[in-house]
């Protein structure tokens, strides 16, 4: 019977972190005790997770992810079918507004099996000066013609569902927040949830 331990991967990625929890149902690392930028989590659920993960129905697993989220306050980045230790698994990206600045990165790999799943959590949160990599971004594709601006709606095009782009939603990932600025904006709780993400990814293990 499987168990929180039969999940592995590379935690020389939280070297050097605290352990928030350490539970037959869930463990969890954070970088700062006081002011947590980064977490990790793997957790443990004695149930088959309830939507089956075919690419067949990719379109109907972005709906459900996109519901919770927008219900929850925040907004999908983006879902993904992914192979986890060759199993056919769910990368989920949502974002949340923090108070009183700043977004939060959330991010699930869901692994399906039978009887369970196992989730492993990569969080990460804006801290210090926010906003930089939005308004940089925003400020060079307004110079260069791509982001045109009209006077009854200065940012039109600017955000956007990335399945539903017609469709309208309570928060919407912007067009900084594409992966291929994360370079360079390395530090951006964003380009730091999706690294985590992609460590996870390539080394998780079940045995």
Excluded at 78 to 104: E, F, H, Q, Y
Excluded at 107 to 132: D, N, Q, Y
Aim: hydrophobic share 40%.
């Amino acid at each position: 019977m499987k168990n929180i331990h039969a999940l592995s991967f590379d935690e020389s990625m939280v070297e050097g972190w605290f352990k928030a929890d350490d539970t037959e149902s869930g463990v969890g690392w954070i970088d700062n005790k006081d002011r947590p930028a980064n977490i990790i989590m793997k957790d443990f659920n004695a149930f088959p997770f309830p939507y089956v993960f075919e690419h067949a129905s990719l379109f109907k697993l972005r709906q459900h992810w996109r519901n919770d989220i927008n219900r929850d306050g925040g907004g999908l980045v983006s879902c993904d079918l992914i192979t986890v230790a060759g199993i056919l698994s769910c990368k989920v990206l949502g974002k949340w507004p923090m108070k009183p600045t700043g977004m939060a990165y959330f991010s699930w790999i869901v692994v399906p099996l039978e009887s369970c799943h196992f989730k492993l959590h990569a969080r990460a949160f804006e801290v210090g000066m926010t906003g930089i990599r939005d308004a940089v971004v925003l400020a060079k594709l307004q110079a260069d013609g791509t982001l045109k601006m009209s006077p009854g709606n200065p940012f039109a095009g600017w955000a956007k569902d990335p399945y539903e782009p017609l469709t309208q939603f309570p928060l919407m990932p912007n067009l900084s927040e594409d992966p291929k600025y994360d370079f360079e904006f390395p530090d951006h709780p964003l380009s730091r949830c999706r690294k985590f993400l992609a460590r996870l990814e390539r080394s998780a293990e079940i045995n």
